[in-house]
């Protein structure tokens, strides 16, 4: 899996763990975590906007939502907050860093304009990244 792969399931997996192994649930307990995820990045207004727009659509009354948003949505946005303290939103930064992976030194081309002609998939990639160069500067 690529970096923000597995990072997403890192941040899930208090939500894996508690499904009954079901694909469904599985699947039920991913797209929560993806659901958490993208709020967590979201600017706190827009959040709350989003939030509201979405209890209609759950088909949940009030009091239901409000436990819903209290016991696994607060949580795991907290969650984010605490696994990912540098996570930059819009996309600006270092994608490596706020994922927790080591810094990379300014000298280091991150993704070249071309993959490097030769390079095989699962090895190293050769810009310094340390990763897999399929996941890389490969992709």
Known sequence: MGAIADAISRFAQPLLDAADGSPQEIQRALSLGQLCWNLALMPEDSREQSLADMQPTLKMND????????????????????????????????????????????????????????????ARCPCGSGRKYKVCCGQ
Do not use: C, W
């Open 63 to 122: 009091a239901d939502f409000q436990e819903l948003k209290r016991d696994l949505i607060m949580p795991m946005i907290r969650r984010h907050h605490a696994m990912f303290p540098n996570m930059q939103r819009l996309g600006t930064g270092d994608p490596h860093a706020a994922l927790g992976e080591p810094a990379r030194s300014p000298s280091v081309q991150i993704h070249p304009p071309k993959p490097y002609a030769g390079t095989g998939r699962n």
